[in-house]
């Protein structure tokens, strides 16, 4: 049966705008009838794999997302004074098994290398690449189809074995998510705000023109956010097997959670925050989000408070109509001064 690992977070962000859609505007959603700000799992754990933490935590063990993989090997095999029309053959051979490659543009030549898709590849992948590359390169003749099988189940890639992969040519090399992240949403009702804003030149003497340089517009927003991330343990370790990485990718994806925001628009706002707020819990029943105790959006003075108050109380009944939801719980309560980040870390980890 598998074990989970849930998180369920309250981070509490000033005026800011982490998230946007295409117009600019914070991202927002409906929930209880009542709009409020969104920041999109996407959003999260592109912030939470590309962060120093991340980095720290499991380095040699990332890979790399990216649809230019034909480029880079490319460029490579011009460097060991291949001729550009046979590197670019041979770069398409190796990059094809990856994806399928973009259709020729007269107005770009290098067009026909890139991916159509963003393709996700473990270190281990990456190093055999160019490993191929050399080989080709220094015997000046192109890969055999037996050279080319780059792809590999055994990943030992973090993010991948975390976030997953699809490789719609090769469905076998795919590798589902071990980890789940929800959007992030306001446990209150929201108003997104206009900041109208004004550049002055410093140049200008006022003689002639008292105008401003820049006139602009900023769309903004602040609240106290619920984020839900459920780790299948199980699976992880399927994914990875290297017990000693699955629980280094447990501790970076909780450490990432609980300390690091997204990087929109933080020139601006310099919206950078905490979770105020961690419930972490383990055991083989099935998952499940708190978000219902926000339903009815949160009101008044005391924000983040009441909806720690509202969170444990739905968890607490939820034990008694379901039996036990959880095995274990750990919390950890900025407001109070309450637990500590490393035990929750050895917590969910042990």
């Not at 754990?45 to 933490?53: H, P």
Request: with cysteine; glycine share 6%; net charge neutral.
């Amino acid at each position: 049966m598998s074990q989970f690992i849930q998180l369920h977070l309250l981070t509490s962000y000033g005026p800011s705008n982490l998230n946007r859609d295409d117009l600019g505007r914070p991202k927002t959603a409906i929930m209880g009838g009542v709009e409020r700000l969104r920041i999109s799992s996407q959003s999260l754990k592109r912030a939470w794999r590309t962060s120093d933490i991340f980095e720290e935590e499991l380095k040699g063990n990332i890979g790399k997302r990216t649809k230019l993989l034909g480029i880079s090997i490319y460029e490579y095999l011009c460097d060991k004074s291949i001729k550009k029309k046979q590197a670019k053959e041979w770069a398409q051979a190796i990059v094809s098994q990856f994806g399928k490659l973009k259709t020729a543009d007269k107005n770009n030549p290098l067009n026909d290398l890139e991916i159509e898709q963003l393709v996700h590849i473990s270190p281990d992948e990456e190093k055999k690449i160019y490993q191929l590359a050399d080989l080709i390169a220094g015997r000046n003749k192109g890969p055999g189809e037996e050279e080319l099988q780059l792809l590999r189940k055994d990943i030992q890639a973090a993010d991948i074995a975390l976030f997953g992969r699809m490789l719609a040519s090769h469905p076998a090399y795919n590798v589902e998510a071990a980890a789940q992240v929800s959007h992030a949403l306001t446990v209150h009702g929201v108003s997104v705000e206009d900041d109208y804003f004004t550049a002055v030149d410093d140049l200008n003497t006022r003689e002639v023109d008292m105008g401003s340089a820049h006139i602009g517009e900023l769309c903004f927003g602040a609240g106290v956010f619920y984020t839900y991330v459920c780790i299948n343990k199980t699976l992880l370790d399927e994914n990875l097997n290297n017990d000693s990485l699955s629980k280094s990718s447990i501790k970076a994806l909780a450490l990432c959670a609980a300390q690091i925001a997204p990087s929109g628009k933080q020139n601006s706002f310099a919206s950078r925050s905490r979770a105020s707020y961690v419930l972490a819990e383990t055991g083989p029943q099935q998952p499940r989000q708190l978000s219902a105790a926000f339903l009815n959006p949160v009101a008044g003075n005391d924000i983040i408070n009441t909806a720690i108050k509202r969170m444990e109380t739905l968890c607490e009944n939820m034990d008694r109509v379901y039996g036990a939801c959880a095995d274990r719980r750990y919390s950890i309560n900025v407001e109070k001064g309450s637990g500590s980040l490393d035990k929750l870390i050895k917590f969910i980890t042990e």
